[in-house]
């Protein structure tokens, strides 16, 4: 069955930068569409990004240029680089696999002043 381990999230002023990790188990990582959402208190999740098994990539308006979504299939492993960060990112960030509808547990993410 496959796992998801989230790590990375913290508290950051504006304008910093934060990477989240994603670790996943599972044999074929590789053919995997990975993605980020996050949900603010008193919000539906939201897509953040997300990365097919080729590198196509996809990110919410409100992200592009600012966020970077990346994977290591040898380290089966799905980065969310996030630089520039405002206020209205604090959510709480989920891991999901599309292939197996599976959702880590969730890492928090704070940026305040």
């Known amino acids: 069955q496959v796992q998801l381990v989230e790590s990375g999230g913290g508290l950051v002023q504006p304008g910093g930068s934060l990477r989240l990790s994603c670790v996943v188990s599972?044999?074929?990582?590789?053919?995997?569409?990975m993605a980020w959402y996050r949900q603010a208190p008193g919000n539906q999740r939201e897509l953040v990004a997300n990365i097919a098994r080729g590198g196509n990539t996809n990110y919410v308006d409100s992200v592009k240029g600012r966020f970077t979504i990346s994977r290591d299939n040898v380290k089966k492993t799905v980065y969310l680089q996030m630089n520039s960060l405002k206020p209205e990112d604090t959510a709480v960030y989920y891991c999901?696999?599309?292939?197996?509808?599976?959702w880590g547990q969730g890492t928090q993410v704070t940026v305040s002043s």
């Open positions: 599972g044999s074929f990582f590789s053919t995997y569409t």
């Open positions: 999901y696999v599309q292939n197996f509808n599976r």
